[in-house]
């Protein structure tokens, strides 16, 4: 049975640096790994999607990598900004049938 | 981007009533949508996946006499709450895919039994 894991699950930043967000999966047989940002009592918005042939997306100060053979992603956000703060959560889709399996999220502060 | 409505936001209920939460893609046909349920601070749980016109399939350890999902046309489909109990409380989120391997998610739906 697949599980994600999200390190760290909580992580408060100045604003400005630069932060790395990790997901980790027990079962290397993945489609795609996907990153999303969802704000309080909100819904889910997609940052980035990476196929299991590909080694990384970058989209804006957002760069995720995937590295299949050892289970880990990791989510790379360059000069963080106060509108950054979120829970950002990863998934795994394996298994068929677009099942997405998530992380627990790790909730992210940017102080002013 | 392909635009998913999850209908009511919030609800608040008393204990033994049933609730029902929509979930429509505006501008594109889902041939196949996803029901999750979110406990606070915890991460999503697949609960059931539904295929237009078809039985939905549930996840391991989900009742489906509980949770009825409908999917009756390739732009809604239908949660309903049956006999819901405090326990039920939770944060309901749906998504839709096209068939291709983006899924696009509503915004979700708090529900609150007293």
């Known amino acids: 049975k697949q599980e994600v894991t999200q390190i760290p699950a909580a992580l408060s930043v100045p604003e400005g640096e630069n932060l790395v967000l990790n997901c980790s999966f027990t079962d290397s047989a993945i489609y795609n790994l996907q990153w999303f940002r969802q704000d309080p009592g909100k819904g889910l918005t997609s940052l980035l999607l990476i196929q299991s042939s590909q080694r990384e997306q970058t989209s804006g100060r957002l760069n995720a990598s995937l590295d299949k053979s050892s289970g880990r992603s990791t989510l790379y956000i360059a000069a963080s900004q106060p509108g950054d703060s979120a829970t950002y959560l990863c998934a795994v889709e394996g298994g068929g049938a677009q099942k997405l399996v998530f992380g627990q999220g790790t909730r992210l502060t940017i102080n002013p | 981007g392909a635009v998913v409505s999850q209908h009511p936001s919030r609800v608040i209920c008393k204990s033994g009533t049933s609730v029902k939460i929509e979930c429509r893609s505006l501008?594109?046909?889902?041939?196949?949508m996803f029901w999750y349920r979110q406990f606070p601070k915890q991460s999503l749980m697949l609960m059931a996946t539904?295929?237009?016109?078809?039985?939905?399939?549930?996840e391991q350890g989900v009742e489906k006499d509980k949770f009825l999902i409908n999917h009756a046309s390739l732009t809604l489909s239908t949660l309903t709450v049956t006999s819901a109990h405090p326990e039920d409380s939770s944060f309901y989120i749906c998504?839709?895919?096209?068939?291709?391997?983006?899924?696009?998610f509503g915004a979700g739906t708090r529900l609150s039994v007293l």
């Open positions: 998504s839709a895919g096209e068939g291709g391997y983006i899924q696009y």
């Open positions: 539904s295929n237009e016109g078809s039985k939905a399939t549930y």
């Open positions: 501008d594109f046909q889902a041939t196949t």
